[in-house]
């Protein structure tokens, strides 16, 4: 049976405190929380002692679970390429670390970590480059997946050219190159995470990729919506994804794990306009999540 999830990044924004969230949304039907870890590498987060990182997520966790929550998924840092400041590296490669220990800490048995996109990889160029920079990244926190008992999640990703403005494939767009990366790491730390806005901002079918990848490779989900044209992380049906064929597809592959969405956006736009207001939009979600995952 599917699992519905969420993030919870808008509620201390609208003055929801943690056991309040976590309470409404058990309420709703979500069981699980998309943890989000994403504190760049310079996060004061990353400068705990183990035992101190272990106290703040332990006290996170049993917030989650008193409420009938857990935390299903997480998210590391999204600035662990380097580019042009090499002498950054070991500071955002040990941020991954710190995110891994986060997410075992949590419980939580997933994190997506992005691939590293390297300049030259735009539309179908610089794979082989980009691959050789991703093979170093991963196997390098593969000790630590295994010593912490997490498994990453690589995540599809897209690209706006920077000449043309147009949108289009860049590092594991496409299910052929996510599918190559797991099988050349070669073990069971890692999986797939495909985020269906990614899929068409793109260029690719996200019913195609769900089916292509199968519920070997995939185990973590992004679900949002948008129009095609930006990254607008909108809820299952406000944009022009067709969430049915999506439904569908994940039950034909027999997908068991979380439909998660990573739809904050239209909540911080209700800025004070009170709680409520979220409450109620948040149980649109979920009731929406709710008809998707019953299509067969």
């Known amino acids: 049976m599917i699992k519905l999830g969420t993030q919870t990044g808008f509620a201390s924004n609208i003055?929801?405190?943690?056991?309040?969230?976590?309470?409404?949304?058990?309420?709703?039907g979500f069981s699980s929380v998309d943890y989000s870890l994403m504190n760049g590498y310079q996060s004061e987060l990353w400068t705990l002692?183990?035992?101190?990182?272990?106290?703040?997520?332990?006290?996170?966790?049993e917030t989650m679970h008193k409420n009938g929550i857990v935390a299903g998924q997480t998210h590391s840092p999204m600035d662990a390429y380097w580019g042009k400041q090499p002498e950054t590296k070991?500071?955002?490669w040990n941020a991954q670390i710190q995110a891994i220990k986060a997410?075992?800490?949590?419980?939580?048995?997933?994190?997506?970590?992005?691939?590293?996109?390297?300049?030259?990889?735009?539309?179908?160029?610089?794979y082989e480059e980009c691959k050789e920079l991703n093979m170093e990244f991963y196997s390098f926190l593969k000790p630590y997946l295994e010593e912490y008992n997490v498994k990453a999640a690589i995540e599809n990703m897209f690209m706006r050219d920077p000449i043309l403005g147009r949108l289009g494939e860049t590092v594991c767009s496409t299910a052929a190159e996510l599918k190559?990366?797991?099988?050349?790491?070669?073990?069971?730390?890692?999986?797939?995470?495909l985020d269906v806005g990614h899929c068409v901002l793109g260029g690719q079918d996200p019913v195609s990729m769900i089916y292509e990848l199968g519920n070997k490779y995939l185990h973590v989900t992004h679900m949002h919506d948008n129009d095609y044209v930006?990254?607008?992380?909108?809820?299952?049906?406000m944009g022009k994804i067709?969430?049915?064929?999506?439904?569908?597809?994940?039950?034909?592959?027999g997908y068991e794990d979380i439909f998660n969405y990573e739809a904050d956006s239209p909540f911080y736009k209700l800025g004070e306009y009170k709680k409520d207001l979220a409450v109620d939009l948040l149980r649109v979600y979920a009731e929406v999540a709710k008809e998707i995952v019953r299509v067969k």
């Open 180 to 193: 190559d990366y797991v099988d050349t790491l070669n073990s069971d730390r890692f999986v797939v995470c």
């Open 90 to 92: 070991e500071a955002r």
């Open 242 to 253: 067709d969430w049915w064929s999506i439904g569908k597809a994940l039950n034909d592959i």
């Open 49 to 61: 002692t183990d035992d101190e990182l272990k106290a703040r997520m332990t006290a996170v966790k």
């Open 103 to 126: 997410a075992s800490f949590l419980e939580s048995p997933y994190i997506v970590i992005h691939p590293l996109r390297h300049p030259n990889r735009a539309h179908k160029r610089g």
């Open 15 to 28: 003055g929801l405190s943690a056991d309040e969230m976590y309470k409404i949304m058990s309420d709703l």
């Open 230 to 237: 930006d990254d607008r992380h909108m809820m299952a049906g």
